[in-house]
Nanobody, 122 residues
Framework: QVQLVESGGGLVQAGGSLRLSCAAS????????MGWLRQGPGKEREFVAT????????LYSDPVKGRFSISRDNAKNMVYLQMNSLKPEDTAIYYC???????????????WGQGTQVTVSS
């Protein structure tokens, strides 16, 4: 089992940057692919990015490709999401999640954090 705690959200102006962090507990962290998903106001939760267990593969949704970067540090049980060139439409609660399946489908993620709010002002 994996427990996840996100941090780093906040209010930022359009064009700015934020770095989200996710701290994982559990001795099996390295066995999970990790992802970031988000849920904007009045929207369904959507996939943002995922990274494989050994950081060999990454996958991004089209809206964030080229602006966001996911990384992980297995020695520290940490996952990060660097967000650059932020837009108002990036406003959402961002969730860190873990899965044993390589997937961009939110239903395939087994463990979730509580989320961190990101608000981008225009």
């Amino acid at each position: 089992q994996v427990q996840l705690v996100e941090s780093g959200g906040g209010l930022v102006q359009a064009g700015g940057s934020l770095r989200l962090s996710c701290a994982a507990s559990g001795r099996t962290f390295g066995n999970y692919h990790m992802g970031w998903l988000r849920q904007g106001p009045g929207k369904e939760r959507e996939f943002v990015a995922t990274i494989s267990t050994l950081s060999v593969r990454t996958l991004y949704s089209d809206p964030v490709k080229g602006r966001f970067s996911i990384s992980r540090d297995n020695a520290k049980n940490m996952v990060y999401l660097q967000m650059n060139s932020l837009k108002p439409e990036d406003t959402a609660i961002y969730y860190c999640a873990a899965t044993r399946s390589w997937s961009n489908d939110r239903v395939r993620y087994d463990y979730w954090g509580q989320g961190t709010q990101v608000t981008v002002s225009s």
